[in-house]
């Protein structure tokens, strides 16, 4: 197969941006995530930016037309034709489905959707100790990436600070809410025999390693 579309699905907490990122330089393919592309349109102030402003304040989904729409788009550039790491998309069926359209379109397909599982209690853990850098957004953890310096960024020097989503019981309800998307998603590749699950509790690289591997399985 010519083609390598990999998505990527996990909650949050997971490491799934990390994960991404890390998969995508070791296939040599372009990591797509829709929150990335919905937060540079909505800088950017494009009339896609516009449509989705409103929904991300509040924490929602973005309309499946506007997202599929996006990242239709986003895959039709160049840089995707032999492939990608699709991370934060699909969140839905409706978005499954519309991408196994385009992808079918193009005589290929979804190749393989890896699922980061990691327990509950470790997520409440790892989500709760999270800080972020005001100023460049650099993400730390009290246990598992401290900065070297207490509450300052290592790359730039701006102040760290704690979302307020990132409270044990808002993280607790955030994950609930994340693991009934998710499940339906889950049901949908495992139908279609693409899915993987993947230890995400182990170091940073053994997950790398697993997830590799878990590409050519
Ligand atoms: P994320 O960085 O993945 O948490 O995405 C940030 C925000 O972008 C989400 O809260 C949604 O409002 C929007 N978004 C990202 N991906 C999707 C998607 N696949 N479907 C709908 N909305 C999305």
Known sequence: MSETYIVLLGPPGAGKGTQA??????LGLPHVASGDLFREALAKGTELGMKAKAYMERGELVPDDVTVAMMLERLAKPDCAGGAILDGFPR????ARALD???????GGVSRVLYLRVAEEELLARLGG??????????????????????????CGGALYQ????????????????????????EYYSVAGKLAEVDGEGRIEDVAEALVAAVGA
């Open 21 to 26: 990122a890390g998969l995508a330089r070791s």
């Open 92 to 95: 839905s069926q409706g978005q």
């Open 101 to 107: 359209e385009a992808l079918g379109a193009r005589g």
């Open 130 to 155: 999270r800080w972020i850098c005001r100023d460049c957004q650099a993400p730390y953890h009290v246990r598992n990436q401290p900065p070297r310096v207490a509450g300052r960024c290592d790359r």
């Open 163 to 186: 979302r307020a989503d990132d409270s044990v019981d808002t993280a607790r309800e955030r994950l609930r809410v994340d693991f009934r998307e998710t499940a339906r998603l889950i």
